[in-house]
């Protein structure tokens, strides 16, 4: 193989480069060959890169496709909020249906077109550590969202930092581990609304800004839900190295 198909999306500004397992073979997807492929000088550049497989090769669950996620430094990432939109918009068009199912690990999420964009029915988010200053949310990857910046952040998990709050409108900055500071970060919105829900006592709809743009987190940290507009950037053929 010399030329590998790709496709590459955003979300509010967070990019993805889209590798599609089920209609070619792929390269061993060691960490020289993502990070290469990642980078913006280098490669074709994105926050990170989402490999679709065929249902059956990472899950015994029937779903329409599944997909691994890698940082830009490498890393394998447990979710990704945003990637799903961007893959569930894709898959949806390619199938022409109403709603798609896609695997990730052992969870299995729903996309479906909605009049804001892509909904993505997230899962079961789970509260732990929790204080004045920060809440832990686990939702296939960890966060750790701030409400107060006092705290040296940790490395071995996502940040959310919230710089503002009004009634239901919520600003955050974020660093996700493995990337560094992205424009948004989906899982990280969904995370902060799990986090105001429980710090405010309720379990109203949030609009999440993040410096990329806003999304719509809904639903209740038994069923997450995130919602909002996707863009194709392009697509094209990456030539691979020769092999020595």
């Known amino acids: 193989m010399s030329r590998l198909p790709f496709r590459k999306m955003h979300a509010q500004g967070n990019d993805f ?28 550049g994105c926050d990170q890169l989402l490999v679709l497989f065929p249902d059956n090769q990472l899950s015994g669950d029937s779903c329409t496709a599944s997909m691994r996620i890698f940082n830009n430094d490498g890393s394998e990432a447990g979710n990704c909020g945003n990637g799903l939109r961007c893959v569930g918009a894709m898959l949806l068009e390619e199938n022409s249906v109403d709603s798609v199912d896609i695997c990730i690990g052992e969870r299995r999420v729903r996309a479906e077109a909605v009049e804001n964009g892509i909904r993505i029915h997230m899962g079961k988010a789970q509260v732990g ?22 705290e040296t952040f940790p490395n071995d998990r996502n940040i959310e930092i919230v710089s503002g709050q009004v009634a239901d409108e919520v600003y955050i900055d974020i660093i996700e581990r493995g990337v560094g500071r992205t424009p948004a970060c989906g899982s990280g919105a969904c995370a902060t609304a799990v986090a105001v829900w429980h710090q405010d006592d309720h379990q109203r709809p949030q609009h999440i800004h993040m410096p990329g743009g806003m999304v719509l987190v809904s639903g209740s940290p038994a069923d997450v839900r995130l919602e909002g507009p996707v863009s194709f950037v392009c697509k094209g053929e990456y030539r691979l190295p020769a092999q020595s």
Request: aromatic share 6%; charged share 30%.
């Open 17 to 44: 480069v889209i590798l599609d397992g089920r209609d070619c073979k792929l390269p061993e997807l060691e960490k020289s060959f993502i990070t290469t492929l990642a980078d913006r000088r280098l490669g074709i």
């Open 129 to 150: 550590e929790h204080c004045d200053a920060h809440v832990d949310v686990e939702i296939g990857n960890l966060h750790r969202v701030f409400f107060e910046a006092i």
